[in-house]
Every structure is written in structure tokens, then in C-alpha cells.
């Protein structure tokens, strides 16, 4: 009983089982074959090409999001922290069987897994129980096509300058124009997100804070609008 208390006080935190009732979370993370499991910084979660029969539901940390390249390198597409589903999409698209990138723990993090044929089953079969869930879910694939899209606009961007300051200036948009900046990456994910070397990446900083467009402390930037 402690263990099952515990998993719904973790659930509880996050956006899928936003305003359900403990009672709710407790028979829908039973039905839905809840499992939770911790992983290390920079410990693989899984590997592209796993069958995708899991639902992730972050409770604590960071996970990256790799996709592949012909070549074998892996791109990273975007990191998902606390409250963050992996899978949503899957969920809705049944065509795709298995996971299309990789994940990576990018701090160490607790993640909780729900079964996604049971969840499909319920949502399709109308099983009032579950509306609220997948109302919330609604919601964070709305997020997460709204990441893609921001992801997409700072690829455009024709040099690497202009790519720093498109993600920095989206971020900043998000978070009402103040200029500062905290961004969820090191250099190394930042320069991978941004489809660039770290050299490159480093260069670029130097010559933008060198002409006074931005100045930064680790991962905190200030960026100065002209």
C-alpha cells in the first residue's frame, strides 16, 4: 500500500493527472499497469527501434531525445523534463509501432510507465475514467507540437549566429522579454541541438558577446535586443 501511495503522490505532480482525485490516479495507474523506474545520469532509456508499448511519464529530471542519421550520428531533437510525457503522439498514431530515436537520461530521473494498449483501449471504448487524463494529454501534445515547430524555425536560420539568436530569442518570447535566459542544456546538447559543432558553437558566442549582442553565465544568457 505504501509503494501504490507513493506512485499516486508522484503522478499526482504532473500535468497528465492534473485535477484528478487521488482515487482517480490510484485505479487509472492500476488499469493502465503502472510501473516506476530510476535511471542514472546518462543512462540509455531506450534505444530507437525498441517497440513503443509504454507511455513515459516524467516525475523528476530530464530526459534527451536523439533521432538518427543515415550516418549513425544521433541529432538530438529536444530535451523533456518534469511533467513531460514521451509517447503521446505514439498514442494517438497506432501505425507506428516502435520508438523512431533514443532516449537518454539527462540528470538522473524517475519515470513512471503506462501501458499504451491499455490506454488506447479506454479512450476508445469512451471509458469516462480516463477522460481527464486524456484531456491532459490533449494539452502536452499541443506543447510538444508547439517544440517541434520552435525547433524547425531555429533550423531555418542560415548561419549559426542566427540560429543562436533565434532559440534564444523564441525562449525569451516564451517567457516575456526580459532578456534573460536559463536554458535546459550544457554546451555539448546545445551545439548538438542547434545541428553545429561545439567549436563552432563556442566561436560564434565569443564573436556575438565580443559585439555586445549577448552575454551568459554556464547555461543563464542575457540577450541584448538591438
Known sequence: MKKEMEMVRLARATQ??????????????????AVKKSYRKGE???HA????????VIVSGCLHVYEHE????QVLVRTICQGSVLGLWIL?????????????????????SLDMARA?????????????LALNASKLLSRELFATWRKMTVMNAPTIEARIRAYLSLLDNETG???RITIPLDRERMAEYLG???????????????????????????????
Not at 494517438?92 to 513512471?112: N, Y
Open 44 to 46: 540509455t532509456v531506450m
Open 120 to 132: 488506447r483501449a479506454l479512450i476508445d471504448a469512451g471509458d469516462p475514467d480516463i477522460l481527464g
Open 16 to 33: 497528465l493527472f492534473r485535477d484528478l482525485k487521488d482515487a482517480e490516479i490510484a485505479d487509472l495507474l492500476v488499469r493502465l499497469n
Open 196 to 226: 553545429v559543432s561545439r567549436a563552432a558553437l563556442s566561436r560564434s558566442l565569443g564573436m556575438m558577446r565580443d559585439r555586445g549582442l549577448l552575454t551568459w553565465r554556464k547555461n543563464s544568457f542575457q540577450l541584448n535586443r538591438r
Open 49 to 56: 527501434g525498441l517497440k513503443a508499448d509504454r507511455l513515459m
Open 92 to 112: 494517438h498514431v497506432p501505425e507506428i509501432t516502435h520508438w523512431p530515436g533514443s532516449v537518454v537520461a539527462a540528470t538522473p530521473c524517475t519515470l513512471i
Open 177 to 179: 522579454r526580459t532578456g
Open 70 to 73: 543515415e550516418n549513425s550520428r
